[in-house]
């Protein structure tokens, strides 16, 4: 039984380290579609930035301080797929791997946080809803 649930663990690690790297990834694509080095018509880029620009729209929000807001996700982003991948390996080599995966799942249960609480500041109640499901989805 406790290979079964060492099974299922690595399987959850690995569903979150992929999915940190879809999403890492398609936000450095549409990244780089707004500063030019790719067409405005690439097929896999995310367009959060363009979320983030509607949402932070109710308080004026300078261009500048959107970028860097974008900037700052896909940096928290790229940490969990370090965090993640890095949980998936040393979960594979040395037993329980907790040390590994603690950090991963924190980095990740923040990042919906500050989702969360920024979609209840910009009043964007169907982000949150997605936000609020990843978060319990972690938690699992």
Not at 103 to 109: D, H, K, S, T, V
Request: glycine letters at 8%; proline letters at 4%.
């Amino acid at each position: 039984m406790p290979s079964n649930c060492r099974a299922i663990k690595c399987g959850l690690i690995c569903f979150w380290a992929i999915w940190f790297t879809v999403v890492f990834a398609s936000n450095v694509c549409d990244a780089l579609v707004q500063i030019g080095m790719l067409p405005a018509n690439w097929p896999f880029a995310s367009g959060n930035y363009a979320a983030i620009v509607k949402v932070t729209a109710r308080y004026a929000v300078p261009s500048a301080v959107s970028g860097a807001l974008f900037v700052g996700v896909i940096l928290w982003e790229g940490i969990g797929t370090f965090l993640f991948w890095r949980a998936v390996f040393v979960g594979r080599r040395a037993g329980s791997g907790r040390d590994a995966m603690y950090p991963a799942f924190g980095c990740g249960l923040a990042l919906m946080t500050a989702f969360v609480i920024t979609d209840e500041v910009c009043i964007v109640y169907d982000l949150e809803a997605s936000h609020l499901r990843l978060f319990i989805a972690m938690l699992v």
